[in-house]
């Protein structure tokens, strides 16, 4: 009897294990990087893309969006995304020393509110970070898009301005990066 109840025990065992290796082998929302690099500039942004999958994305609590307005977003999935700048920019206009930096967003109907963060210690990518350790926060105007399946950010210059990009659903976040 004793033994029929270890076999059984481990076989439950053995699938928890196998369902934890699936899904950090193949995550629903995969691990991505984004990058600019030009000359002696590089900033890297590391996060996980998640995917619409037919949900409502960004709007009113009410109608079940995934992340409802007003509400904090790590910007991605899994773990919290991080920003490293290895020279001093202007981030939307406001000053930002070079450094790795959490970044995440509360969204609206008209603007997202853009923060980067210096608890970058934190795993826990479902927590919302301590707000006193905010570096910075911009708000930047949402634009309406063609949809998109999977969140992305990407980076491209224009003129003087590096532009990163954030669109997810039909949203896109353009947040101007400047050289001090």
Known sequence: ????????????????????AYGLLFPKSPKASASFNEGDVNIVVSYSQPFKRGRVIFG????????????????GAN???????????????????AGTYRMYAVPG?????????????????AGEPDYSLDVVKVEIPVAIVSETEQFTITFAKDADVINMDLVWDKTQIRVPITIR
């Open 1 to 20: 009897m004793k033994k029929k109840i270890f076999i059984g025990l481990g076989l439950l065992l053995l699938a928890f294990v196998g369902w934890v």
């Open 60 to 75: 009113e609590a009410s109608t079940g969006a995934l992340q409802p307005y007003g509400k904090y977003w790590r910007l």
């Open 79 to 97: 773990a919290p995304t991080e920003i490293t700048f290895n020279k001093n920019v202007t981030f939307a206009g406001k000053p930002v020393n």
């Open 109 to 125: 109907a008209q603007s997202f509110q853009i923060s980067l963060n210096s608890e970058i210690d934190s795993f826990s990518g």
